[in-house]
T-cell receptor, first 113, second 110 residues
Framework: GAGVSQTPSNKVTEKGKYVELRCDPI?????LYWYRQSLGQGPEFLIY????????DSGLPNDRFFAVRPEGSVSTLKIQRTERGDSAVYLC???????????FGPGTRLTVL | AQSVTQPDIHITVSEGASLELRCNYS??????LFWYVQSPGQGLQLLLK??????LVQGIKGFEAEFKRSQSSFNLRKPSVHWSDAAEYFC????????FGAGTTVTVRA
């Protein structure tokens, strides 16, 4: 079956612009996670959805970051007024339920010029 | 707070030699522990996980890891590496909210 997919694979934007990153989880997975991986670092947790609701958004760095999952499947990570420090690979993962193995997508590489 | 330390940033190993990657964790309860591998341009792939039970865990691609509570460690091992094992390896701890180490890059020389 299909794995977790993320679009776009690469996104280049200018400082101050708004971006949206999309994640399609594995069908039937109720839990969805966003992580951010900066160069030379491990992934850092951003937010976790159980169904349609954000069960834990404690990893979002500030209020410029927001994520939604309106129908409990696809999720969109939204970043307003992008800054150069937002440049990173944004990873999405899904799992059957909370606590099960997380399957990761290939990531979206965001570059803010 | 939960955290992971991977003391080795980079390891070079000869093909056919054994490999051990170190991982130390901090976690408030019985930990869920994971090892992931990331190849260039690829997503993270789970090698193995520890939830409970036998402290020696077998994973994919011939990897194994041993959970040692007294040392707060979860080291990854492979008896004989292949050139295709060259990648970055991440140790992680957590329930739904995974905390990852900074990773260890493995280079395999012929």
């Amino acid at each position: 079956g299909a794995g977790v997919s993320q679009t776009p694979s690469n996104k280049v934007t200018e400082k101050g612009k708004y971006v949206e990153l999309r994640c399609d989880p594995i069908s039937g997975h109720t839990a969805l996670y966003w992580y951010r991986q900066s160069l030379g670092q491990g992934p850092e947790f951003l937010i976790y959805f159980q169904g349609t609701g954000a069960a834990d958004d404690s990893g979002l760095p500030n209020d410029r970051f927001f994520a939604v999952r309106p129908e409990g499947s696809v999720s969109t990570l939204k970043i307003q007024r992008t800054e150069r420090g937002d440049s990173a690979v944004y990873l999405c993962a899904s799992s059957l339920n909370q606590g099960n193995e997380q399957f990761f997508g290939p990531g979206t590489r965001l570059t803010v010029l | 707070a939960q955290s992971v330390t991977q003391p080795d940033i980079h390891i070079t190993v000869s093909e056919g030699a054994s490999l051990e990657l170190r991982c130390n964790y901090s976690y408030g309860a019985t930990p869920y522990l994971f090892w992931y591998v990331q190849s260039p341009g690829q997503g993270l792939q789970l090698l193995l996980k520890y939830f409970s039970g036998d402290t020696l865990v077998q994973g994919i691609k011939g990897f194994e890891a041993e959970f040692k509570r007294s040392q707060s460690s979860f080291n990854l091992r492979k008896p004989s590496v292949h050139w295709s094992d060259a990648a970055e390896y991440f140790c992680a701890v957590g329930d739904y909210k995974l905390s990852f180490g900074a990773g260890t890059t493995v280079t395999v020389r012929a």
